[in-house]
């Protein structure tokens, strides 16, 4: 079966500083992974999504990820932290399980950003 | 403009009501999701739907029903079974059955039962 862990719950960075968000998976198949953002009582908004595809891949606002399957990461990091980055991030993975479009969400890590 | 809606924002019912979310998407998705989002807990799956008049329980599906009669429209309703029915609930669509394909999410709506 398929899991994601996101290992911390908190981040707290500086404006201006580098961000990195951890997310390792487990997944018997290759998997489809993304990363969201939910911003306080909002729905979320795709970020990013690796699908076999380049292993580096590039997000809306700056972000980027880099699968690695070695190490069975998927990390989530931009070089210069907004105060509008300030939000909840989810890592996500696709449960190639059954033959429906499942997600399975990691439990979130708040990114707090400080002036 | 495309997405998805849900209304209202915010519901307050007392123990023991039915109350019912509803979801509405003009993407012309075929498959629609709802999720409960609990503090630190992630989301979690209640329903799913792949196509009109079709719908398969989730993770969670206990104490609450839905409904596919519309392929834009998937209400959920959470019934007075449902023992800690107090939530933020998403729902989410997307284009098909291919695990690859993301959801969109539309805005939620946090129900408080007292």
């Known amino acids: 079966a398929q899991s994601v862990t996101q290992l911390d719950s908190h981040v707290s960075v500086s404006e201006g500083t580098p961000v990195l968000l951890r997310c390792n998976y487990s997944s018997s198949y290759s998997p489809s992974l993304f990363w969201y953002v939910q911003h306080p009582n909002k729905g979320l908004q795709l970020l990013l999504k690796y699908t076999s595809a380049a292993t580096l891949v590039k997000g809306i606002n700056g972000f980027e990820a880099e699968f690695k399957k070695s190490e069975t990461s998927f990390h989530l990091t931009k070089p210069s932290a907004h105060m509008s980055d300030a939000a909840e991030y989810f890592c996500v993975v696709s449960d190639r399980g059954g033959a429906t479009n499942k997600l399975i969400f990691g439990t979130g890590t708040l990114l707090a950003v400080q002036p | 403009d495309g997405g998805i809606t849900q209304s209202p924002k915010y519901l307050f019912r007392k123990e023991g009501q039915n109350v019912t979310l509803s979801c509405e998407q003009n993407?012309?998705?075929?498959?629609m999701y709802w999720y409960r989002q609990d503090p630190g807990q992630g989301l979690r799956l209640i329903y799913y739907?792949?196509?009109?008049?079709?719908?398969q329980k989730g993770d969670i599906a206990e104490g609450y029903s839905v409904s596919r009669e519309k392929k834009e429209s998937f209400p959920l309703t959470v019934t007075s079974a449902q023992k800690n029915p107090t939530a933020f609930y998403l729902c989410?669509?997307?284009?098909?059955?291919?695990?690859?394909?993301?959801?969109?999410f539309g805005p939620g709506t946090r129900l408080t039962v007292t």
């Open positions: 993407l012309n998705h075929d498959a």
């Open positions: 739907s792949q196509i009109v008049n079709d719908f």
């Open positions: 989410a669509s997307s284009t098909g059955q291919e695990i690859n394909y993301e959801q969109y």
